[in-house]
């Protein structure tokens, strides 16, 4: 395991990545400018350039010990891919030379046929590409003694389809730039030449021994425990959220940091999360699709190097039932290329038109597609943790805090005129230091809230790929800045035409706003009668993505067509139901090979003594009494299992991908919930030497 403490962190930062000084350093200069170009202004890649950047990657990249080169791409199971190709090129003298070629860079040809494709693609039509997306830093990674160049890219079908996370993400951006820019040049910012949506996503994540994962069928075919009697302790005693960090934790924690920070992400914050075993890392904030990688990375390196301490990392969003889910905070915000983060709000945002305006262009946003932007984080796993008082609701709302919500109270009667500033804690100890105070507090139950220079989404699920999140977040966003840049570009008056616009904004979607707790059930209530739609599981949620009104945002900005988002909305449906399906399946493989020969044997125990004991004329009643409860858990799960047989065969012949996923969701969730709870039941009064299962306090508890 490398030692920091050996290491000046700024020299191991970055080290295995082809980062921009690198760049500067190996190319000649009028390459180094016109890549430049490319990755800052958008301009189109000169291809021509292509091999003599090949060429000092691939010098670099052998320094560092490589042998092979791979395109590494986001298809739509929401992982990474990679093909891996060795630079070995054989000589006609029966040598071998080390080459990469600019053609090979800029594009790869893996199979396209096995990746999901929601039809876009038959299964005998193979072909697909991959694309060199020059905007993230390639990077070498080494994995045991193997030393990989890897590139980032996109990858697409034949005939030109997006079959990948990245495209649409790609595409979100540079229309997001486009339409922002317009607005800004409206108020007379001539300056900016780019603006990038940011992002800092929070990673949360549990840490088991591996010997328990081991001896877990449901964790290592489901990622989460479908059995499990609640632990006599949980979380109840709040002794573990930013609790000292285990020897043992802080030891994975150093490796984890070390090879994260070698690959350029900039892993900044660690800390012990609610739950007991539950820990969360964030990084810096990044342009969105360079976070994005940075993200799948972060979760790759997770599980390898929780591998390397004898341990597993898991990230699905609900591992264990009773306890608090996994999520991944998406701190998103506007940054132009000169450095102006456009949803600071200054020391006079009253003042500041342009900051106002888009921060009703994103309420407005958030409010109008509220129903596709809920649909982003609609999975199996979620359905577990959104609104069960450790997630937000489903319901889709937005916390302003105080400085805002003044604002907007102002607006709605015509015109701000004055902010609420900020002041200084006084703790009443002369040795504690005044503490600056922010203008409002954190609001910890909201989907979507402001928290001072960004918005945080704390719906997505923790095993999640952000990019489609943040695809939609960017459209949203641009199509609403679209039509705000419409308005200001044919005014006389810029200020006057922004004020009207905002003061509508701030009287139509005042429904959005909410700064109060939104696990009360008396918000659910409220929320109805604002119209505000509750759409609480993954079936219901989905269809938003193909309403008409989706489809035409997308094709209005070019991001994606109607046939490409039908195909996105099958393949999620279709992940729903394989994933219902494969944890019923493991559910009654583990019923009846483990829980109920465990039962049986119990029972036949408790009957012997029970005839042993009446024999010697010493009846118990509470024996007696504990093999009658035991035999009717035994004979309920029984049934209950031949149930969830019969109701996953009902379920897997609907055809329909929405008639099928609603299936799984209310024919075989039910019956599954019902299997489980008696299994707890018996878990919680058999023998501990015969259950076959680590139970909650030992996975949770034993480091």
Not at 371 to 392: C, I, K
Not at 684 to 701: G, R
């Given at each position: ?82 093909k ?16 990469f070629?600019?053609?090979e860079?800029?594009k ?13 693609r ?56 486009k339409?922002t ?19 800092g996503?929070?990673?949360?994540y549990?840490?088991i021994?591996?010997?328990f ?5 449901d ?21 573990h959220?930013?609790?000292?960090i ?22 900044k ?8 075993a ?10 969105v ?11 790759e ?22 306890v ?8 998103w ?14 020391t ?6 342009q ?5 009703a ?25 959104l609104?069960?008082?450790e ?21 709605k ?67 609403i ?8 570009e ?13 003061t ?8 959005i ?8 059930e ?20 989905l269809?938003a993505?193909?309403?008409?009104e989706?489809?035409?945002l ?10 490409e988002?039908?195909?996105?909305c ?6 729903y139901s ?11 493989s ?23 004991l ?5 009846p ?80 949770l508890?034993?480091?």
């Amino acid at each position: 395991m490398d030692n920091v403490a050996r290491e000046d962190v700024t020299d191991i930062f970055g080290s295995n990545v082809f980062s921009d000084a690198v760049l500067r350093e190996r190319l000649p200069k009028n390459v180094y400018k016109a890549i430049k170009r490319t990755i800052d202004e958008g301009e189109e890649l000169d291809a021509s350039l292509a091999d003599v950047v090949a060429n000092a990657m691939k010098d670099w990249a052998i320094q560092k010990g490589a042998t092979h080169f791979c395109h590494w791409f986001q298809p739509m199971t929401g992982m990474t891919a990679e093909k891996h190709d060795s630079f070995i090129s054989p000589t006609p003298d029966g040598r071998t030379i080390m080459e990469f070629s600019g053609r090979e860079l800029i594009k790869g040809e893996p199979d396209a046929s096995s990746f999901p494709s929601g039809g876009l693609r038959a299964t005998f039509e193979a072909r697909g590409y991959t694309a060199w997306d020059c905007t993230s830093p390639v990077f070498v990674r080494q994995t045991g003694d193997s030393v990989t160049l890897v590139i980032p890219s996109a990858f697409c079908s034949y005939t030109g389809e997006p079959l990948d996370k990245k495209t649409p993400l790609l595409r979100s951006m540079e229309a997001l730039n486009k339409h922002t820019l317009r607005v800004l040049r409206a108020f007379g910012n001539t300056t900016s030449k780019r603006v990038a949506a940011t992002l800092g996503a929070e990673q949360e994540y549990f840490l088991i021994d591996r010997k328990f994962y081991e001896k877990r069928l449901d964790l290592m075919l489901s990622g989460r425990t479908l059995f499990g009697a609640p632990s006599p302790k949980g979380q109840e005693m709040e002794d573990h959220y930013f609790g000292s960090i285990h020897e043992r934790i802080a030891n994975f924690m150093l490796d984890l940091n070390t090879e994260l920070w070698r690959l350029g992400v900039s892993a900044k914050t660690q800390h012990n999360e609610v739950a007991p075993a539950q820990y969360e890392i964030a990084p810096v904030f990044a342009t969105v699709n360079i976070a994005t990688d940075h993200n799948q990375i972060t979760m790759e390196t997770l599980q390898r190097v929780a591998r390397k301490h004898g341990m597993v990392c898991l990230m699905h969003e609900k591992p264990f039932a009773g306890v608090n889910g996994s999520g991944k905070h998406n701190n998103w915000s506007m940054v132009t290329d000169d450095g102006v983060n456009l949803l600071d709000p200054g020391t006079t945002p009253h003042e500041n038109l342009q900051f106002l305006t888009i921060i009703a262009a994103v309420i407005r946003a958030v409010d109008v597609y509220a129903r596709q932007l809920r649909s982003t984080v609609a999975t199996a796993g979620n359905d577990h943790r959104l609104g069960a008082n450790e997630a937000p609701p489903a319901i889709i709302s937005i916390f302003l805090g105080e400085l805002l919500s003044d604002l907007f109270e102002q607006l709605k009667l015509g015109d701000a005129t004055s902010s609420k500033q900020a002041s200084s804690l006084k703790l009443g100890v002369n040795t504690l230091p005044p503490l600056p105070k922010d203008c409002s507090d954190r609001n910890r139950t909201s989907p979507f809230a402001f928290t001072g220079n960004k918005f945080e989404f704390r719906m997505p699920g923790s095993s999640q790929s952000i990019a489609g999140i943040n695809c939609m977040l960017n459209i949203i966003v641009t199509d609403i800045l679209a039509e705000i840049a419409d308005k200001l570009e044919k005014a006389k008056d810029v200020n006057e035409a922004a004020k009207k616009i905002i003061t509508e904004i701030a009287k139509k979607h005042t429904r959005i706003i909410f700064n109060g707790n939104n696990y009360a059930e008396a918000w659910v209530k409220e929320a109805e009668e604002r119209g505000l739609p509750n759409l609480t599981a993954t079936v219901d949620a989905l269809p938003a993505m193909v309403e008409k009104e989706c489809i035409a945002l997308f094709e209005r900005h070019k991001v994606l067509t109607e046939h490409e988002l039908y195909s996105r909305c099958e393949i999620y449906l279709e992940t729903y139901s394989k994933q219902i399906n494969i944890e019923a399946a493991t559910m009654l493989s583990m019923g009846r090979r483990q829980i109920l020969p465990a039962a049986s044997g119990y029972a036949g125990k408790l009957a012997k003594t029970v005839a042993a004991l009446e024999v010697a004329g010493s009846p118990s009643p509470s024996q007696k009494k504990l093999l009658q409860q035991v035999t009717k858990l035994l004979d309920g799960l029984q049934k209950q299992l031949d149930e969830l047989e019969s109701a996953m065969t009902k379920a897997a012949k609907v055809n329909d991908h929405f008639k099928h996923a609603r299936a799984y969701h209310e024919s075989v969730i039910p019956v599954m919930k019902e299997v489980r709870e008696s299994a707890d039941a018996l878990e919680s009064v058999i023998d501990a030497s015969l259950w076959p299962l680590p139970t909650y306090a030992e996975m949770l508890f034993i480091r």
